[in-house]
């Protein structure tokens, strides 16, 4: 039996199935008598301080295994505990209703799920999974019930539930469990992160697996390409154990790849920055041998709330990335808001063609106090660290005019009032759109780098939309067309005197890596998680062979003709450990 989910923490496990039932927390609503009302919420608030004691423990053992960055995530958890408003609605809910306090607070809960749950910002849904997690530990507390127990697992085991909370996935004690699969949650869950943290295997969002598996059963997961196999015969067995064998030795190879350079065999070195969204993930940038951020994403401060991060805020939040980098670069991407990452709380509505419409430095610049209010935190920020920025979504010069203007206004401003920043912050600029391609030469003028956000661009140069699921296997960063505009755009760069970068998903792929570096790009930028292989494959081919192969792409007349080049000849230059597990081209 085979099952596929998404890959939420890499690796290989196999084991014998645990399956870990879902735990049946059904409140019932029961009249509380107005004499027991003060008791009621005594024992409430007795279920919280008990949580809150658990989340500490967790927390401080999180922080201890993995670093307080990872820690943050109970913080979060702990935050929720705390609000005044959870003890006031309940407490008030338990008086006026005379109810019981498992059935005020589960209402109150659900009130929040429900809320996250109409959201379409898929970081926000996600969020869901932290609310469960800390009802059901304060549920458990009220009901008197002990916590879902893994002390039957006798001997190392695949986990398999409905779904795990992360502050479940935090006590996982990694001997006993080789992988666990749930039927919800993603890859952007908390449980997936402190997996990957703790370097737990994990597939997530498998569909029905639970009914199918029976304790007992043997399952090999596969948390490299999310694949669950139930009772697989021994040869099968015997190939996931290889390929387990092979990956971790590739994983010593990477590690000691380490903080060497990524420079080919004729000497050309190329800067490796990390895409990252989340406070949490600065530690795997380091961890993974980047030069530095080369997009850190920050619409997620936008996003994973209800109302608007103050300035100060998102300075702090900035002000740590750029001193845990230091003295690695870091380019915060100004709010890329709209398209599909909408906040409701900002009146964003619906729109006919979002991709199209009030997108990035557009929405930014018709909202000039709030765009105003994030340039002045990252210049804040950039008193402590090499901290440059860049606008999403310039589609005309009058754009990153007027993005530079309100930076040079803000910079006076913090000159006049003795606000520490650098006055020389850089600012570049994301090609992310035919017309910036075009412009490209215009662009350069104004800025200090490029990079080319090729995710998007791909989407607007084909006319295609990058999310829809009907077109994903037509949608071709590898087309002659895009290929074309990148080489368009960095020619223009370097005629200007400028860098070129790109940061779009095809940087993260070796095989491409090494045909972007052929077409004279100068760094590249993708996630932490797949940075090592692209500076192995950078480290073991010869810039000149790359340059023919990209000469030889410009010339091809679809994608399909430049993947055959690929395969053809990138991929025999490669080691065979970069190219044996990768998705065909
Ligand atoms: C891109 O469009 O390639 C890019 C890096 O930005 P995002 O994926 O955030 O739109
Ligand atoms: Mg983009």
Redesign the pocket.
């Known amino acids: 039996m085979k099952f596929s989910g998404i890959a939420a923490a890499p690796g290989i496990g196999l084991g014998p199935i645990f399956r870990l039932e879902r735990e049946e927390l059904a409140v019932r609503d029961t009249p509380v008598a107005e004499a027991a009302v003060d008791r009621e919420i005594e024992r409430f608030r007795a279920a919280l301080d008990a949580s809150r004691r658990d989340l500490d423990s967790i927390r401080r053992r999180i922080a201890g295994e993995l670093g307080e960055q990872h820690a943050l995530i109970y913080d979060a958890h702990l935050m929720m505990i705390d609000d005044p408003e959870l003890s006031r609605a309940v407490e008030e809910g338990i008086r006026r209703e005379r109810k019981n306090a498992a059935w005020v607070f589960r209402g109150y809960m659900s009130g929040v799920a429900a809320r996250l749950d109409t959201t379409e910002d898929e970081y926000l849904r996600e969020r869901q999974a932290d609310v469960l997690d800390v009802e059901r530990r304060v549920l458990r507390y009220l009901r008197g019930g002990e916590p879902r127990l893994l002390a039957d697992l006798r001997e190392a085991a695949v986990i398999v539930a409905h779904e795990l909370g992360p502050s479940e996935v935090a006590l996982l004690q990694r001997g006993r469990v080789v992988a666990f699969v749930t039927e919800v949650g993603g890859r952007t869950s908390h449980s997936a992160i402190v997996a990957r943290g703790r370097g737990i295997p994990a597939v997530m969002s498998v569909r029905g697996v639970m009914q199918q598996v029976k304790n007992g059963d043997f399952g090999a997961v596969d948390g490299y390409v999310g694949q669950v196999e139930i009772n697989p015969d021994p040869e099968t067995a015997a190939h996931y154990r290889a390929r387990g064998e092979l990956l971790q030795e590739e994983a010593r190879v990477l590690r000691e790849l380490g903080h060497e350079r990524a420079v080919t065999l004729d000497g050309r070195v190329i800067e490796l920055g990390a ?1 990252i969204e989340l406070l949490n993930e600065v530690d795997d940038v380091v961890a993974c041998g980047a030069d530095g951020v080369g ?1 850190f ?1 920050t ?1 997620f401060f936008y996003l994973g709330r209800l109302e608007l991060p103050s300035e100060d805020e998102q300075y702090e939040a900035y002000r740590g990335v750029a001193e845990r980098l230091n003295p690695r670069p870091v380019i915060f ?1 100004t709010m ?1 808001l709209g ?1 599909d990452k909408v906040a409701s709380y900002l009146g964003m509505t619906h729109e006919t063609n979002p991709f199209l419409g009030w997108r990035g430095i557009r929405f930014a610049l018709q909202h000039p106090e709030l765009f105003r209010t994030q340039i002045r935190a990252i210049y804040r920020a950039s008193a402590h660290g090499r901290v440059r920025m860049m606008f ?1 979504m310039v589609s005309s010069e009058e754009e990153l005019i007027g993005a530079k203007h309100m930076c040079s206004e803000v910079a006076t401003e913090l000159e006049r009032a003795g606000v520490p920043h650098d006055p020389d912050l850089e600012i570049g600029v ?1 090609v ?1 759109t035919p017309s910036a391609v075009w412009l490209a030469d215009v662009l350069a003028r104004h800025a200090k780098f490029l ?9 607007y140069t084909l006319a295609m939309d ?1 999310d829809n699921e009907r077109l994903a296997h037509l949608y071709e960063p590898l087309s002659p067309a895009v290929l074309r505009s990148l080489r368009h755009t960095i020619e223009q760069g370097h005629a200007a005197g400028r860098w070129v970068g790109i ?3 095809m940087a993260g792929d070796p095989r491409t890596a090494v045909l972007l570096l052929g077409l004279g790009v100068d760094e590249l ?1 993708m996630s932490p998680f797949d940075l090592p292989r692209v500076k192995a494959a950078i480290r073991s081919v010869r810039c000149e062979a790359a340059q023919a192969l990209g000469l030889q792409a410009l010339q091809c007349s679809s994608a399909q003709a430049v993947k055959d080049l690929l395969r053809e000849h990138i991929e025999t230059m490669l080691p065979s450990f970069l190219v044996a597990k990768r998705s065909p081209l």
């Open positions: 895409n997009l994403r619409e991407r890329d398209g999403p994301m992310e990079s080319i956000g090729s995710n998007d661009l791909t989407q990058r940061c779009g998903e930028s």
